[in-house]
Protein backbone atom coordinates (compact mmCIF):
# COMPACT_ATOMS: atom_id res chain seq x y z
CA UNK A 1 0.00 0.00 0.00
CA UNK A 2 0.94 3.27 -0.82
CA UNK A 3 -1.39 5.21 1.22
CA UNK A 4 -5.16 4.68 3.09
CA UNK A 5 -7.40 7.07 4.32
CA UNK A 6 -10.58 6.59 6.28
CA UNK A 7 -13.77 8.61 5.10
CA UNK A 8 -16.88 9.01 3.50
CA UNK A 9 -18.56 7.89 0.18
CA UNK A 10 -21.84 7.02 -2.19
CA UNK A 11 -24.08 9.91 -1.12
CA UNK A 12 -25.37 13.41 -2.16
CA UNK A 13 -24.28 15.76 0.76
CA UNK A 14 -21.29 18.14 0.69
CA UNK A 15 -18.89 17.88 3.00
CA UNK A 16 -20.14 15.30 5.18
CA UNK A 17 -18.94 14.59 8.71
CA UNK A 18 -19.27 12.19 11.40
CA UNK A 19 -21.96 13.24 13.15
CA UNK A 20 -23.41 14.85 10.12
CA UNK A 21 -22.87 12.18 7.32
CA UNK A 22 -26.04 12.33 5.73
CA UNK A 23 -26.22 9.47 3.29
CA UNK A 24 -22.59 8.78 2.80
CA UNK A 25 -20.93 5.09 3.96
CA UNK A 26 -18.12 4.84 5.71
CA UNK A 27 -15.29 4.03 3.19
CA UNK A 28 -11.53 3.35 3.02
CA UNK A 29 -9.34 4.83 0.24
CA UNK A 30 -6.80 2.63 -0.80
CA UNK A 31 -3.69 3.80 -3.35
CA UNK A 32 -1.26 1.33 -4.08
CA UNK A 33 1.12 0.42 -7.14
CA UNK A 34 -0.31 -2.25 -9.22
CA UNK A 35 3.32 -3.76 -10.15
CA UNK A 36 3.32 -4.57 -6.41
CA UNK A 37 -0.16 -5.56 -6.03
CA UNK A 38 -3.48 -6.14 -7.77
CA UNK A 39 -6.65 -4.76 -7.78
CA UNK A 40 -7.85 -8.51 -7.47
CA UNK A 41 -5.75 -9.40 -4.61
CA UNK A 42 -7.06 -6.25 -2.95
CA UNK A 43 -10.54 -7.87 -3.57
CA UNK A 44 -9.57 -11.33 -2.34
CA UNK A 45 -8.16 -9.41 0.87
CA UNK A 46 -11.89 -7.26 0.97
CA UNK A 47 -13.73 -10.37 0.71
CA UNK A 48 -11.40 -12.17 3.67
CA UNK A 49 -12.02 -9.17 6.01
CA UNK A 50 -15.72 -9.17 6.37
CA UNK A 51 -18.85 -10.84 6.11
CA UNK A 52 -20.84 -10.35 3.34
CA UNK A 53 -23.85 -11.77 3.57
CA UNK A 54 -24.49 -9.72 6.76
CA UNK A 55 -27.22 -7.03 5.93
CA UNK A 56 -25.98 -3.46 6.75
CA UNK A 57 -28.48 -1.80 9.49
CA UNK A 58 -27.61 1.45 8.25
CA UNK A 59 -26.36 2.68 4.95
CA UNK A 60 -23.12 4.58 7.27
CA UNK A 61 -21.63 1.06 7.58
CA UNK A 62 -22.84 -0.64 3.97
CA UNK A 63 -20.38 -2.88 2.99
CA UNK A 64 -19.67 -1.76 -0.04
CA UNK A 65 -16.71 -1.61 -3.23
CA UNK A 66 -16.26 1.33 -5.12
CA UNK A 67 -14.70 1.13 -8.97
CA UNK A 68 -13.42 3.59 -10.38
CA UNK A 69 -13.94 2.56 -14.03
CA UNK A 70 -15.08 0.09 -16.04
CA UNK A 71 -12.75 -2.06 -15.71
CA UNK A 72 -12.50 -2.10 -11.96
CA UNK A 73 -16.25 -2.50 -12.25
CA UNK A 74 -15.61 -5.50 -14.36
CA UNK A 75 -13.22 -6.81 -11.98
CA UNK A 76 -15.28 -5.97 -8.69
CA UNK A 77 -18.08 -7.60 -9.98
CA UNK A 78 -16.63 -11.07 -11.05
CA UNK A 79 -15.35 -11.53 -7.90
CA UNK A 80 -18.63 -11.17 -6.32
CA UNK A 81 -20.01 -13.84 -7.95
CA UNK A 82 -16.94 -16.13 -7.35
CA UNK A 83 -17.52 -15.17 -3.44
CA UNK A 84 -21.32 -15.78 -3.74
CA UNK A 85 -20.57 -19.45 -5.93
CA UNK A 86 -17.94 -20.67 -3.48
CA UNK A 87 -20.10 -19.56 -0.23
CA UNK A 88 -23.14 -20.36 -1.65
CA UNK A 89 -25.14 -17.88 -0.48
CA UNK A 90 -26.34 -13.97 -1.26
CA UNK A 91 -23.65 -11.66 -0.69
CA UNK A 92 -25.18 -8.45 0.56
CA UNK A 93 -22.03 -6.06 -0.26
CA UNK A 94 -23.09 -3.75 -2.92
CA UNK A 95 -20.90 -2.44 -6.11
CA UNK A 96 -21.35 1.39 -6.82
CA UNK A 97 -19.18 3.82 -8.95
CA UNK A 98 -17.09 6.31 -6.82
CA UNK A 99 -18.34 10.16 -7.43
CA UNK A 100 -16.32 11.65 -4.58
CA UNK A 101 -14.47 10.69 -1.48
CA UNK A 102 -14.73 12.82 1.53
CA UNK A 103 -11.87 13.01 3.55
CA UNK A 104 -12.75 11.68 7.55
CA UNK A 105 -11.33 14.32 10.27
CA UNK A 106 -8.49 13.55 11.66
CA UNK A 107 -9.09 11.15 14.75
CA UNK A 108 -10.57 8.52 12.58
CA UNK A 109 -7.41 8.23 10.60
CA UNK A 110 -5.11 5.76 11.60
CA UNK A 111 -6.71 4.54 14.33
CA UNK A 112 -5.05 1.72 15.53
CA UNK A 113 -2.10 3.08 15.32
CA UNK A 114 -3.15 6.33 17.21
CA UNK A 115 -3.75 3.53 20.20
CA UNK A 116 -0.28 3.28 20.24
CA UNK A 117 1.26 6.17 22.42
CA UNK A 118 5.20 5.16 22.13
CA UNK A 119 4.26 4.89 17.79
CA UNK A 120 2.66 8.11 17.62
CA UNK A 121 5.32 10.74 19.90
CA UNK A 122 7.59 9.41 17.14
CA UNK A 123 4.79 10.00 13.81
CA UNK A 124 3.98 13.86 15.59
CA UNK A 125 7.64 14.51 15.84
CA UNK A 126 8.26 13.12 12.19
CA UNK A 127 4.95 14.88 10.78
CA UNK A 128 4.35 18.21 12.58
CA UNK A 129 1.10 18.93 10.01
CA UNK A 130 -1.72 16.11 10.51
CA UNK A 131 -2.76 16.26 6.49
CA UNK A 132 1.18 14.84 5.89
CA UNK A 133 0.68 12.08 8.95
CA UNK A 134 -2.42 10.77 7.13
CA UNK A 135 -0.92 10.87 3.81
CA UNK A 136 2.29 8.82 5.30
CA UNK A 137 2.98 5.85 3.35
CA UNK A 138 4.99 4.99 6.54
CA UNK A 139 2.11 5.25 8.93
CA UNK A 140 -0.04 3.55 6.44
CA UNK A 141 2.21 0.66 6.47
CA UNK A 142 2.69 0.93 10.15
CA UNK A 143 -0.95 1.02 10.89
CA UNK A 144 -1.84 -2.09 8.81
CA UNK A 145 0.62 -4.25 10.54
CA UNK A 146 -0.79 -2.85 13.78
CA UNK A 147 -4.16 -4.36 13.13
CA UNK A 148 -2.75 -7.72 11.83
CA UNK A 149 -1.98 -7.46 7.95
CA UNK A 150 1.42 -8.33 7.08
CA UNK A 151 3.64 -10.71 8.99
CA UNK A 152 7.04 -9.94 11.08
CA UNK A 153 8.57 -11.16 8.51
CA UNK A 154 7.77 -8.51 5.92
CA UNK A 155 8.11 -5.71 8.50
CA UNK A 156 11.65 -6.54 9.10
CA UNK A 157 12.32 -6.06 5.56
CA UNK A 158 10.79 -2.88 5.29
CA UNK A 159 10.99 -0.98 8.93
CA UNK A 160 14.46 0.59 7.67
CA UNK A 161 12.56 2.83 5.48
CA UNK A 162 9.72 3.95 8.55
CA UNK A 163 12.41 6.10 10.05
CA UNK A 164 11.61 5.34 13.34
CA UNK A 165 13.95 5.28 16.17
CA UNK A 166 15.80 1.82 17.47
CA UNK A 167 13.60 1.93 20.69
CA UNK A 168 10.14 2.69 18.44
CA UNK A 169 11.39 -0.37 15.99
CA UNK A 170 11.64 -2.66 18.97
CA UNK A 171 8.52 -1.88 20.08
CA UNK A 172 6.92 -2.54 16.68
CA UNK A 173 8.26 -5.56 16.31
CA UNK A 174 7.39 -6.59 19.26
CA UNK A 175 4.05 -6.06 18.89
CA UNK A 176 3.52 -7.38 15.11
CA UNK A 177 5.57 -10.26 16.75
CA UNK A 178 3.34 -10.85 19.68
CA UNK A 179 -0.05 -11.09 18.01
CA UNK A 180 -2.00 -14.70 16.25
CA UNK A 181 -3.78 -15.33 13.62
CA UNK A 182 -1.66 -12.72 11.28
CA UNK A 183 -3.04 -12.29 7.74
CA UNK A 184 -0.50 -12.55 5.53
CA UNK A 185 -1.00 -9.83 2.71
CA UNK A 186 1.57 -10.25 -0.15
CA UNK A 187 1.22 -10.04 -3.80
Not at 2 to 17: E, H, L
Not at 46 to 54: E, T, V
Not at 90 to 116: C, D, M, N, V, W
Request: net charge positive; hydrophobic share 35%.
Amino acid sequence: MIRTRVGYAGGTKKNPTYYNLGNHTEAIQIDYDPAVISYEKLLTVFWNAHNPYAPSWRRQYMSIIFFHNDEQKRLAMASRDLQSARRKGRISTKIFPLTEFYLAEGYHQKHRLRSKRDLMREFRTMYSEEEDFVNSTAAARINGYLDGYGTAEHLLEELPGFGLSPAASTTLIEIVKGRKGIVACTS
